[in-house]
């Protein structure tokens, strides 16, 4: 009888650990040792201009800006950045921006709503309620997916990155994600447009 009990006390063990390697939820960033995908290095590695910041004051042309490391004030232009398709999201107080500025010019060149991009499940079919979450800190979670699973996101220098594997891929180590560049096309309150993998993502909520 102790046998029996070892044996499926051992049995829910390992199944437990295969679904959180298979699961497509993922509340926050999931580090740790073995093989490495050499990508997901490089980015770790890469040095990050950008500044994540919440929007303190703006005018038709200029946005005055708050760091939240050090709590240092800047003053950017940023229309430039809004006729290029560079400005995703909506401009607001006390909304948190990842913002890559010139800082010679004092222009913003890139800048990402964070507020916005993690409000909420984005759906991009409601039908068979198929959907993504940005999470705080970096994780990243599929809903009903049948094809990938998000696992983590990453805004460097600007530019959103997503970490995936395939549906049926079994990958407990962060470090075997693929990872490919996210392409916003448009965020607002109630609408996330992104192309990914050659895949055009039209989201919104429910």
């Given at each position: 009888m102790r046998y029996r009990i070892l044996y499926i006390?051992?049995?829910?063990?390992?199944?437990?650990?295969?679904?959180s390697c298979n699961s497509c939820s993922n509340d926050s960033k999931k580090r740790g040792g073995g093989d490495y995908n050499p990508v997901v290095a490089q980015l770790d590695e890469t040095k990050d201009s950008a500044l994540l910041v919440v929007v303190k004051d703006f005018d038709a042309d200029s946005v005055t800006i708050m760091t939240t490391k050090g709590a240092h004030y800047y003053t950017f232009q940023y229309t430039d950045a809004q006729a290029m398709g560079q400005f995703h999201g909506k401009l607001m107080k006390n909304a948190t921006y990842s913002v890559f500025p010139d800082t010679k010019t004092k222009r913003i060149t890139?800048?990402?709503?964070?507020?916005?991009?993690?409000?909420?499940?984005?759906?991009?079919d409601k039908k068979e309620q198929?959907?993504?979450?940005?999470?705080?800190?970096?994780g990243m979670s599929s809903i009903n997916s049948?094809?990938?699973?998000?696992?983590?996101?990453?805004?460097?220098?600007g530019v959103l990155y997503i970490y995936y594997v395939g549906i049926q891929q079994?990958?407990?180590?962060?470090?075997?994600?693929?990872?490919?560049e996210?392409?916003?096309?448009?965020?607002?309150?109630?609408y996330l447009e992104f192309l990914f993998e050659g895949k055009t993502y039209r989201c919104s909520k429910m």
């Open positions: 006390a051992l049995s829910l063990t390992t199944l437990l650990a295969v679904s890139r800048a990402i709503n964070v507020t916005q991009l993690c409000a909420d499940e984005w759906y991009y198929r959907g993504i979450q940005f999470n705080h800190h970096g049948n094809d990938i699973c998000f696992r983590e996101w990453k805004l460097l220098n079994s990958a407990c180590d962060r470090h075997q994600y693929s990872v490919s996210a392409h916003i096309l448009q965020l607002d309150d109630s």
